[in-house]
């Protein structure tokens, strides 16, 4: 998958030209490039940006050909049309309470009366676990951050399992899964897309 920046309205933090390339490995294993010890070990799976974009086409070199076995997430290639937008957080992401917190103490809410928030908040705060760029990240599972890698406070791309017409799949994370691409606030300011946290998961 690539991002071209040049073709988005601009956010905060993110490039505003080039092209970001995302590539995962599709072995016998199924998991599709993630390291569940390391989610950082980009040994299978890569994200490589290019700030400049070469527009010459006479220089175009012929890409190899990739037999398609159907054993990859992504079954169908899609053209992403980008939309800016805002969204609520995922009750599934680790920051979820921290936000909690803090409104609860903006507005005097006591320890019993937080429970009631924070169930609120998991019932109607609507989530689509789609394809997008920043905002938060929603999982099937559990946001590895809890545990390790806090300092990836920012999704650098999810993309959700998606259903074509006529019982066909576009993409499919396992069973009905999410992917998540996590980066630091400050690499992503620098354009440094070597320490990005990925990982994905499904029901």
């Avoid at 994370?173 to 946290?197: H, M, P, Q, Y």
Wanted: charged letters at 25%.
């Amino acid at each position: 998958m690539q991002i071209n920046f040049e073709e988005f309205e601009a956010l905060e933090n993110y490039p505003t030209k080039g092209i970001l390339q995302f590539y995962i490995l599709v072995d016998d294993s199924y998991n599709f490039g993630v390291n569940y010890e390391d989610i950082t070990n980009q040994e299978k799976f890569r994200v490589v940006y290019f700030e400049s974009i070469e527009k010459d086409e006479t220089k175009l070199q012929e890409a190899p050909i990739i037999e398609n076995t159907n054993d990859g997430p992504i079954f169908t290639p899609c053209l992403l049309l980008p939309e800016k937008g805002e969204m609520g957080i995922s009750p599934s992401c680790y920051q979820f309470n921290k936000i909690v917190d803090k409104y609860a103490m903006k507005y005097e809410i006591d320890d019993s009366e937080k429970d009631s928030l924070n169930e609120y908040l998991y019932e109607f705060l609507s989530v689509q676990d789609d394809i997008h760029i920043g905002g938060y990240s929603s999982f099937t599972q559990e946001d590895p951050r809890f545990y390790d890698n806090k300092q990836l406070t920012e999704t650098l791309l999810q993309i959700g399992s998606i259903f074509g017409g006529n019982n066909s799949n576009y993409i499919m994370w396992g069973d009905c899964g999410i992917a998540n691409f996590f980066i630091n606030t400050e690499d992503l300011k620098a354009s440094n897309f070597t320490r990005v946290g990925y990982i994905w998961d499904c029901c």
